[in-house]
């Protein structure tokens, strides 16, 4: 059996094909196939994993595209591929791999669920249309081909490792519809330069933005509370951070080898900085800790070699010793 548009061998029986997602003639009793029929022929046993996979959330994929002409352009991915095997997007996007830089999703997808799109090197660019409310987690993590990504206003959320070790990813903008980044969102991001996040985010994950080592510009939004462990730590381009007062803690290591951060104004609100947050900051040389700060933990500011005499004997008056060895 034989696709009829692109020449693809299927197996007997097939009512659309794995290659192009065309939807193929069924003949039963010298009878068309009747949607229904053909509906319950795709249904092999996949749902629940479908759902783990890439899927609208409502099912709802009843055929509002019939003509599959709309999906000529080998970097639409099809509807139709969502119907069934959780491998089949995979084994669709795999055949284009060579030929194929960038896709474009249906509108009907409301979520791209984790590791749906994990380890596809021949990615460079990608459309998500405004339907998407969610990016699971490693849903484009390993992509290291990936340079550009537009996210779209409806997203709500970034999950866990997202975007991990996308090394050539250089710049994301962040929509406002945003309010969480998960864990190691985006670590490992080797080429992003800057990046903005809107107020409208109130949670970042620990190692958010670990080992971004060309990031040199970031802000921190007003509604964050926590600047979690390691969230910037190996930012090694990391010159300037405005912590704004909402921050009220700042955890281990959070900016642990953050070697080109020069100088850091703690705000009133924080009355917290763990173990290790500033350590190994060469270039660090001045710092503000306010007087609403009651705790410091051990080697906050170990290995800051560049750090004014005078700042370094307040510290240590205030925190004792500790906070310079571990």
């Known amino acids: 059996m034989f696709c009829f548009k692109c020449g693809s061998k299927l197996p007997e029986g097939s009512v659309f094909c794995f290659s192009c997602g065309a939807k193929l003639p069924t003949i039963e009793n010298g009878n068309s196939v009747s949607e229904e029929q053909e509906e319950a022929s795709m249904d092999i046993g996949y749902e629940d994993e479908l759902t783990e996979f890439v899927s609208d959330e409502d099912d709802d994929y009843e055929d509002d595209y019939d003509d599959e002409d709309d999906y000529d352009d080998d970097r639409i991915i099809p509807r139709s591929v969502f119907k069934a095997d959780r491998n089949v997007l995979k084994e669709w996007i795999e055949e284009r791999a060579d030929d194929v830089d960038y896709f474009t999703l249906p509108d009907t997808v409301k979520k791209i669920h984790r590791e749906a799109f994990w380890n596809f090197q ?157 350590a190994c900051c060469q270039s660090l040389e001045y710092i503000r800790i306010p007087d609403s700060v009651k705790k410091i933990g051990k080697g906050a500011f170990i290995d800051c070699v560049n750090l004014d005499d005078e700042v370094r004997r307040e510290l240590r008056r205030r925190f004792g010793k500790s906070i310079f060895n571990i």
């Open 122 to 278: 021949a990615l460079e660019s990608f459309v998500v249309p405004d339907s998407v409310t969610e990016i699971g987690g490693s849903a484009f993590s390993d992509c290291t081909n990936l340079e550009s990504f537009e996210l779209p206003d409806s997203l709500t959320e970034i999950s866990s490792s997202a975007f991990a070790r996308c090394k050539s990813l250089k710049n994301i903008d962040i929509p406002y519809s945003v309010n969480k980044i998960g864990n190691y969102a985006f670590s490992s991001c080797e080429s992003l330069v800057n990046i903005d996040i809107p107020d409208s985010v109130t949670e970042i994950g620990k190692m958010a933005f670990a080992m971004c080592k060309s990031l040199e510009d970031i802000n921190i939004p007003d509604g964050i509370t926590v600047i979690g462990d390691n969230m910037f730590s190996f930012c090694t381009s990391l010159e300037d951070i405005e912590i704004p007062d909402s921050v009220t803690k700042i955890d281990e290591k959070a900016f642990w080898h953050c070697d080109s951060l020069e100088s850091v104004e703690i705000p009133d609100s924080v009355t917290m900085i763990g173990e290790l947050a500033f």
